[in-house]
C-alpha cells in the first residue's frame, strides 16, 4: 500500500542550496534575498513592486491599515472561504459582510456582492479559489458602476482610486492568469501566500502586489509597507549596518512582520523552477479530470478559455448515480476509506459561518444555503508535485474503489 501525502513541500537541491549561501552570508533577516524575492514576484505578477512580509494575512492587514480601513467601514468577503479572508477585516476594526456562492458554485454570488455595497463599504476581497480566479471583469464592472456612493474617508488612496477597492486574496494564485494576463493585473491590491502547502513555499511568507494608482507614488507606498511591517523604524537593520548610519527614528508604534532572507531563499529556489511547477500540477489535473468522467463526480475546471489557474487544489465533489449531491456523512466516510488506502485527502473549507469565532460576530450558517451546499460534499484530492505518475494512477484507484464501495 502507497502512502500519499495531501500537500508536502517540493523542496530540491535549489532551494537547500540558496538557503545555505544565507546562513554563510552573515545575513539571515530581511536583506538582499528578500528584495531580490520582492522584484522577481513583481515580475511574475506584472507589477511595479512588490511586498514581501511572513505572511499572506500580514499582508492583507497591512494594506487595509495603509488604506485607511478602521471601524465604521464595511469590509465584503465571500463566506466560502479561509479565515485569513475576513480575519483581518476584525483586526483593523472594520465590520465584515459576507456574501454567499452562487447556487451551484464556489464564487461569490456577483448579483449579491453589487447589492450588498452601501456609503459604508471601503474593500472587497475576492477570494482565487483553489488557484482559479474570480470574475475580476464584473467584479470591476460592479465596484465602476456603484462609484457614485463611495464615501472615501481621510485617506490618499481612498481619495485617488475613488471606488471601492478591490483587494484579491491571491492566497491560491500566484502564477495564475485571467483573460490572457497575470490575474494581479485586475485587481488593485492583490496578496499571495508563499505557505508550506502552497504551489511556492518560503515555508511561511507571503508577498503584496499592487496595479499603479494616479497621484500615488510607488516608491513612497513601498516605504509606508516597511514602516508598517518593522515597527515604524526608519531604517531596515541592513541600513542601519553602514557606516555612521546606527541612528533612526520610529515614527509611529506599529508592527513586525517582515521577510528574513532565509525563507526569501526558499522562494527563490522555488521561482527559478516555478514554470516547471505549474507545467506538473496542469498534467496532473489533466490526468485525473480524463480518469473521473464517468464517475458520479463533478471537478473544477482549472483551465479555459477565460483563464488559466495555477493549478492549487484539485476539488471534487460527490454524487449519487442520479445526480443527487451526497451528505456530509457519506463525504466523511469517504475521507476515512481513501485514508485506510494510504490517501491523505483534505475538505476546502468548511463555511465562515459555521466556525465558532464567526457564530459569534452574528454570522449563521442557515444564511448561507450555497454555501453549505457546496461544502457538504466536497473533498479535495492530492495534488502537488511530489507526486510521482504511479502516485497519481494509485489516487485514481483509491477514489474509483471508494465510490462504488460507498454507492455500490
Known sequence: MRKIQFSPPDITDAEINEVVSALKSGWITTGPRTKELERLVADWSGTSKAVCLNSNTACAEMTLRILGVGIGDEVIVPAYTYTASASVAAHVGAKIIMIDCEPGKFTMDYEKLEAAITEKTKVIIPVDLFGIPADYECIMKIVEKKKNIFLPSNNRIQQAIGRVIVMADGAHSFGAEYKGKSVAKYPDFMNYSFHAVKNLTTAEGGAVV????????NDKLYQIYMLLSLHGQSKDALAKTQLGAWEYDIVEPWFKCNMTDIHAGIGLGQLRRYESILKRRKSIITRMDDAFKNLPVEVLSHYTDDYKGSGHLYIMRLFDYNGSALNCETRNNFIVEMAKMGVATNVHYKPLPMHTGYQKLGF????????????????????HTCLSDEDVEYVIECVRKVVKHLLG
Request: negative net charge.
Open 210 to 217: 499592487w496595479n499603479d494608482i494616479d497621484g500615488i507614488d
Open 364 to 383: 449563521n450558517i442557515n444564511d448561507y444555503p450555497n454555501a453549505y451546499d457546496q461544502f457538504k460534499n466536497e473533498i479535495t484530492l492530492p495534488l
